[in-house]
Nanobody, 129 residues
Framework: QVQLVDSGGGLVQAGGSLRVSCAAS????????MAWFRQAPGKEREFVAA????????QYADSVKGRFTISRDNAKNTVYLQMNSLKPEDTAVYYC??????????????????????WGQGTQVTVSS
């Protein structure tokens, strides 16, 4: 049974930093690209960042480039999203997701929510002004 457990959300002031984590189990972690999506109240879910199976390739939404960093620890089956210079508009529930993308599949990462097979339960990030 595949399980993705999101954690690390919280309340932070604008300009601050936060790191959210996603622990995966029940799957062969190194055959999956991982991503973070977010959904703010009244808005559609949007792509934030993705990382390929090895961690050698990443992709970011324009709105977070230069502020957020996605990384993974394959020994711990965990993916992280380090968020710096947070803005009130970053307030949302953040979800990690897994997309079956072993090394031989191309492209190595995708940014469409419908491409992803498994989802975490989400963690709330609130940025106060």
């Amino acid at each position: 049974q595949v399980q993705l457990v999101d954690s690390g959300g919280g309340l932070v002031q604008a300009g601050g930093s936060l790191r959210v984590s996603c622990a995966a189990s029940g799957l062969t972690f190194t055959t999956y690209a991982m991503a973070w999506f977010r959904q703010a109240p009244g808005k559609e879910r949007e792509f934030v960042a993705a990382i390929n199976w090895s961690g050698g390739r990443t992709q970011y939404a324009d709105s977070v480039k230069g502020r957020f960093t996605i990384s993974r620890d394959n020994a711990k089956n965990t993916v992280y999203l380090q968020m710096n210079s947070l803005k009130p508009e970053d307030t949302a529930v953040y979800y990690c997701a897994a997309d079956y993308r072993p090394s031989w599949r191309t492209p190595g990462i995708r940014d469409g929510g419908s491409d992803y097979d498994y989802w975490g339960q989400g963690t709330q990030v609130t940025v106060s002004s």
